[in-house]
């Protein structure tokens, strides 16, 4: 069978004694430019420095890997300052593995600043398409975090509570977040110490983070890919039907003690645009539009929708729809909390769903959307209120309305602050 190529995108992989069989080649990217290392890069330093987290993640990997046919390649690519820095020398790493056909990634690198998610969706699309398999850790402080929230990326984080044994994990079917698996991670050293021999790895060097998971589940997908399954969707099939437990809802915000959701007494500063569609249409084209204005304007702006299908490269999440959710403001703080958004504009379908976010602190602009009569009540309820007669504007396209709607925000925001 042809062997797996498998790269670690990290800061090195140290060369010692109980991994010098492993490693194939090692590179290393510096403004820019790859440069190859050698077969087993460089000589660590000396053992007080302690060891590279890209060799922690190679020993996670060959701890848990039960194939032996498979090729590790290692790519350094923090030898510089600066996030934008680090992002461009990913991105140089990115096209090496294409060029180079490289089948698995393992990725504990990421970002969680919006300017940079387009050029790296950009990226990995060129990698799925030549169908490598990327699994990429979430951020360590749970944020929205490219490329691991991504559709075709198996996003992975580590559990948080104490329901998860060691090898198991939780795999999430609706991940709102993008991260499909939760798994187990306390290597604290103490399971991995019979493999280092020179005895030098100390157990505050390994603690329990998200980027530990990433090989975990790397090597699960090399005994995947080794029995035949290619393709990340049926990879992640194969995931989830072999998971421990399954998380199909979005609603279910606690599984196993990972709770989803902010404290409740936490306060949220985000401005929230609220709409409510009383004319019962799709309104799903003006709130896409009405985001991409602000994306544009450099705000960092997500949607909640109850129509369709969640985007997570678009910015729209997608809620189950119910007449009057009592768990709205739930939701909207567990979107808080992993996308750190600049503006919030969340659709609701009941007065009730209004209120609720309002007594929270959460309303601070309505746009109404009405067919016939205007509700009167909410008319006098709203201070900061953008209210639309669908028939009367029937004559604006799409976009005019949403360039209108938006204008009026623009306008309401100033006036506010």
């Given at each position: 069978?042809?062997?797996?190529?498998?790269?670690?995108?990290?800061?090195?992989?140290?060369?010692?004694?109980?991994?010098?069989?492993?490693?194939?080649?090692?590179?290393?990217?510096?403004?820019?430019?790859?440069?190859?290392?050698?077969?087993?890069?460089?000589?660590?330093?000396?053992?007080?420095?302690?060891?590279?987290?890209?060799?922690?993640?190679?020993?996670?990997?060959?701890?848990?890997?039960?194939?032996?046919?498979?090729?590790?390649?290692?790519?350094?690519?923090?030898?510089?300052?600066?996030?934008?820095?680090?992002?461009?020398?990913?991105?140089?790493?990115?096209?090496?593995?294409?060029?180079?056909?490289?089948?698995?990634?393992?990725?504990?690198?990421?970002?969680?600043?919006?300017?940079?998610?387009?050029?790296?969706?950009?990226?990995?699309?060129?990698?799925v398409k030549q169908g490598a398999i990327i699994v990429a850790a979430e951020s360590n402080e749970n944020r929205l975090t490219y490329p691991a929230c991504l559709p075709k990326v198996i996003g992975v984080r580590c559990s948080r509570g104490v329901g998860l044994r060691p090898n198991e994990y939780i795999y999430n079917v609706k991940a709102i977040d993008g991260i499909e698996v939760i798994a187990?991670?306390?290597?604290?050293?103490?399971?991995?110490?019979?493999?280092?021999?020179?005895?030098?790895?100390?157990?505050?060097?390994?603690?329990?983070?998200?980027?530990?998971?990433?090989?975990?589940?790397?090597?699960?997908?090399?005994?995947?890919?080794?029995?035949?399954?290619?393709?990340?969707?049926?990879?992640?099939?194969?995931?989830?039907?072999?998971?421990?437990?399954?998380?199909?809802?979005?609603?279910?915000?606690?599984?196993?003690?990972?709770?989803?959701?902010?404290?409740?007494?936490?306060?949220?500063?985000?401005?929230?645009?609220?709409?409510?569609?009383?004319?019962?249409?799709?309104?799903?084209?003006?709130?896409?539009?009405?985001?991409?204005?602000?994306?544009?304007?450099?705000?960092?702006?997500?949607?909640?929708?109850?129509?369709?299908?969640?985007?997570?490269?678009?910015?729209?999440?997608?809620?189950?729809?119910?007449?009057?959710?009592?768990?709205?403001?739930?939701?909207?703080?567990?979107?808080?909390?992993?996308?750190?958004?600049?503006?919030?504009?969340?659709?609701?379908?009941?007065?009730?769903?209004?209120?609720?976010?309002?007594?929270?602190?959460?309303?601070?602009?309505?746009?109404?959307?009405?067919?016939?009569?205007?509700?009167?009540?909410?008319?006098?309820?709203?201070?900061?209120?953008?209210?639309?007669?669908?028939?009367?504007?029937?004559?604006?396209?799409?976009?005019?309305?949403?360039?209108?709607?938006?204008?009026?925000?623009?306008?309401?925001?100033?006036?506010?602050?």
């Open positions: 069978m042809k062997r797996i190529k498998v790269v670690i995108i990290d800061d090195g992989i140290d060369r010692v004694d109980f991994n010098k069989d492993r490693i194939i080649e090692c590179y290393n990217v510096k403004n820019k430019k790859i440069s190859y290392l050698g077969k087993h890069g460089e000589e660590i330093s000396g053992s007080s420095t302690g060891f590279r987290h890209g060799t922690l993640c190679e020993e996670v990997f060959a701890h848990f890997v039960h194939t032996y046919e498979y090729d590790l390649y290692s790519i350094n690519i923090f030898e510089c300052e600066g996030e934008i820095n680090i992002i461009d020398n990913l991105l140089e790493a990115i096209r090496w593995c294409i060029e180079n056909k490289v089948e698995v990634i393992n990725m504990s690198i990421g970002t969680t600043n919006f300017a940079y998610f387009k050029i790296i969706e950009e990226a990995i699309e060129l990698l187990f991670s306390s290597y604290g050293g103490k399971e991995l110490e019979h493999k280092l021999t020179d005895g030098s790895l100390l157990v505050s060097e390994m603690t329990k983070c998200n980027s530990f998971t990433a090989p975990f589940i790397t090597a699960k997908v090399c005994e995947l890919i080794k029995r035949g399954i290619r393709g990340v969707e049926d990879i992640k099939h194969e995931l989830l039907v072999n998971a421990n437990y399954i998380n199909d809802s979005i609603d279910k915000f606690i599984i196993l003690g990972e709770d989803y959701c902010l404290d409740s007494d936490e306060e949220i500063q985000m401005p929230n645009i609220v709409i409510y569609n009383e004319a019962e249409i799709n309104i799903n084209i003006i709130i896409e539009s009405l985001r991409t204005y602000f994306i544009e304007d450099n705000y960092n702006s997500i949607a909640i929708s109850r129509i369709g299908e969640s985007s997570i490269e678009n910015g729209i999440y997608v809620l189950e729809r119910n007449d009057s959710d009592i768990y709205i403001l739930d939701k909207v703080k567990m979107l808080y909390k992993f996308t750190n958004p600049d503006i919030l504009i969340t659709e609701v379908l009941h007065i009730n769903e209004i209120q609720q976010l309002k007594e929270n602190g959460l309303v601070d602009i309505v746009i109404y959307f009405y067919k016939n009569e205007i509700n009167k009540d909410l008319l006098n309820s709203y201070e900061n209120l953008i209210s639309m007669n669908l028939i009367e504007r029937n004559n604006l396209s799409d976009q005019e309305r949403t360039r209108l709607i938006y204008n009026r925000c623009i306008d309401l925001f100033e006036s506010i602050n």
